[in-house]
């Protein structure tokens, strides 16, 4: 490893925003986390380590959708199991069945993954990190991505033991077709560097509450609302914070003045969406609502201090040397 102090920071990160901050599991289910970790943070790691390689940001937040369906496709099947783990996630009215799979899962599955499992991660841990360059050596990479693969295998036998699912060769077929091409077009964003744009870079905190809005606008209803009737709905409003969110950074990241400590902020901003909305979401294997809430404030709390510390050290950085400029 050439850095293993932010490697192994983004290693352990990962899981923890991905599924614990998430609500997803409480306190008692960190022993699961270890098992959850190969997949999660070897995954960041690899997406985090390409992009740095490849396109910057750009990259990365392609390869982390990338990632996001190859584990809710053919590693935990979710995608298509209509009784998965105890849930019927596909009963909705966004529920497609040529397809086998619900319009609004899909997008939910994208953005958890994409935003708040892998970039978010990446972001924090990067304001931790005194250069951004890569942090794994050849060998590394390939450890890494050997125990990426085993810790997808191991989930993958381990949902199977228990759900006795499998999507049929089609599904299978198509989702690979899907995950492929975004592969390519990850690694092709280089060859296509938009031209900067004129104007002032909002202040952080700007960028921030900018991230912390729209995520919430996202999140908030999609967890508050369950009943039947919002789901087209939440579609929707889906479609309008990507189409608002991803323009404006995109014009955000290429003015002068851009720099780690924006990047920071988009990724606090979610975060904290993260942070208030686990409260009202349900563990997915139920129990005790007292550990639900007592796991959500502690788990919260952990992770405003990570973010204060993370704040300060992006700050400091970015005082003693000149601003970086573009999306990278």
């Not at 900067?196 to 952080?204: D, E, H």
């Not at 479609?239 to 404006?248: I, S």
């Amino acid at each position: 490893m050439r850095r293993p102090g932010p490697a192994i920071g983004l290693f352990l990160l990962a899981p923890f925003v991905g599924e614990f901050l998430l609500g997803n599991l409480t306190g008692p289910d960190l022993a699961l986390g270890v098992f959850l970790a190969p997949l999660y943070g070897c995954g960041a790691l690899l997406v985090r380590e390409m992009g740095r390689r490849s396109g910057g940001w750009p990259t990365m937040v392609l390869l982390a959708a990338t990632y996001a369906l190859i584990e809710e496709g053919p590693v935990d099947q979710l995608l298509w199991n209509d009784d998965y783990s105890g849930h019927d996630y596909l009963s909705g009215d966004s529920y497609i069945p040529v397809l086998g799979m619900s319009v609004e899962l899909t997008q939910a599955i994208l953005a958890l993954h994409t935003v708040w499992s892998i970039c978010v991660p990446i972001a924090i841990v990067e304001a931790f990190a005194k250069k951004r360059g890569p942090w794994l050596g050849r060998t590394a990479m390939t450890v890494t991505a050997v125990f990426y693969v085993l810790g997808a295998l191991l989930v993958f036998f381990g949902n199977y033991s228990e759900e006795h699912f499998l999507a049929s060769p089609a599904q299978l077929i198509e989702i690979i077709t899907v995950i492929v091409g975004l592969i390519v077009l990850a690694f092709l964003m280089p060859l296509r560097r938009l031209p900067r744009v004129r104007g002032r870079v909002p202040s952080p905190w700007m960028v921030g509450g900018a991230a912390l809005a729209l995520t919430s606008a996202y999140m908030g209803p999609s967890t508050l609302v369950t009943a039947g009737w919002y789901e087209w709905i939440g579609v929707v409003v889906w479609c309008v914070v990507v189409a608002c969110g991803v323009p404006l950074v995109s014009r955000w990241s290429r003015r002068d003045g851009w720099d780690g400590r924006h990047r920071f902020a988009l990724a606090a901003g979610a975060t904290l969406t993260y942070v208030w909305t686990a409260f009202p979401t349900r563990p997915e294997g139920g129990g005790s609502l007292t550990v639900d809430l007592a796991s959500n404030a502690v788990f919260g709390a952990v992770s405003i201090v990570v973010l204060v510390l993370a704040g300060r050290r992006v700050a400091t950085r970015s005082d003693r040397s000149p601003a970086a400029v573009g999306p990278t």
